[in-house]
């Protein structure tokens, strides 16, 4: 099992980042960091 863990504060100016890691990593969990919902 692959855990990866991505801080996405200020994701909007860089949405390749997450789909680059999710396609380098292929994890099967991702944690979210500072969604601030």
């Not at 680059?20 to 292929?26: D, R, Y």
């Amino acid at each position: 099992m692959k855990i990866v863990s991505f801080n996405i504060n200020g994701l909007r100016a860089r949405p390749h980042q997450l789909a680059a890691l999710i396609e380098k990593h292929q994890p099967d969990v991702i944690g979210l960091q500072e969604t601030k919902v």
